[in-house]
């Protein structure tokens, strides 16, 4: 059983100064062991509402060291076990482009790599480039990981030997958010519309969204993911579920717009 049960919620309790209390206990879980879910395990689809999401290679590997200062052992993807069974090697392998959103510092952007001319393009809302030696570490390390997923799943890496760990990632000039807090959205919505093959010389003309059109996709993406077929069936497999114990009644977990992912509750 995982340790982390994340929600979706589009909306947190405040308190008069506006605050919430991250570390408000909402329910237990109960299985092989007894796991509290924090409202510090929320992610927001709220305007200017903080996320709580990591790589877990990027957190083992900060400023992307290719040599875990926690293990002293470099990046294999063997060492994550549960994300295994989560990885498609056919479409690793047999696809030409590959998506691959990552969320660093609690900002998006999506990655674009080319298996067969094995390059790598990043699609940044906020950035047209690398904004610190850090984040230029982090994209060395997270092309690094790629190229490992790929050859894991049976295709050939993005570069050979010791090169893989120098793969350049050029930032592609496109028309980004004009907030503080829409990269996800922007990365999403990318991910549907953007034909990567018209990606010319670093650049990509694309349709400069007005706010407006930003907020309706927030919204249609939140109607999206609270009424899919998917939550539907973690309702009914919560409610039939001995795995749950409310540790009190929570505005959050009341909240129409929240849904437990019961895919990461075993009951034995």
């Not at 957190?59 to 990046?75: C, I, L, R, W």
């Not at 969320?103 to 906020?126: A, E, F, M, V």
């Not at 907030?179 to 999403?188: E, F, L």
Request: charged content about 30%; some cysteine.
């Amino acid at each position: 059983m995982k340790q982390k049960c994340y929600i979706w919620g589009t909306r947190l309790k405040e308190d008069a100064d506006g605050n919430t209390n991250e570390y408000e206990e909402m329910c237990t879980l109960i299985g092989q062991g007894e796991y509290i879910l924090m409202r510090m395990h929320l992610a927001s689809l709220q305007a200017k509402s903080d996320i709580e999401s990591q790589c877990m290679a990027l957190s083992d590997h900060p400023n992307g060291e290719f040599v875990s200062p926690k293990t002293k052992k470099e990046f294999r993807v063997e060492a994550y076990p549960s994300f295994i069974p989560f990885i498609d090697r056919k479409k690793l392998t047999s696809h030409p482009y590959i998506f691959a959103p990552v969320c660093y510092s609690g900002h998006w952007w999506l990655w674009l790599i080319n298996t067969r001319k094995r390059k790598c393009q990043i699609l940044d809302p906020l950035h047209k480039k690398a904004p610190t030696d850090e984040r230029k570490a982090i994209n060395k390390f997270t092309g690094y990981v790629f190229s490992r997923l790929i050859t894991y799943a049976g295709g050939e890496p993005l570069q050979k030997g010791e090169r893989e760990k120098e793969i350049k990632s050029p930032y592609v000039k496109i028309s980004g958010q004009k907030t503080s807090y829409d990269c996800a959205v922007y990365v999403m919505k990318w991910m549907e519309l953007i034909e990567p093959e018209n990606i010319k010389k670093g650049k990509y003309q694309w349709d400069n969204w007005p706010q407006e059109e930003v907020d309706h996709y927030r919204v249609e993406y939140a109607s999206r993911i609270l009424f899919s077929e998917m939550n539907k069936q973690r309702d009914r497999a919560i409610r039939e579920s001995s795995a749950i114990r409310l540790s009190k009644p929570s505005s959050v977990l009341l909240s129409p717009f929240c849904q437990i992912n019961s895919a990461d509750i075993e009951t034995g």
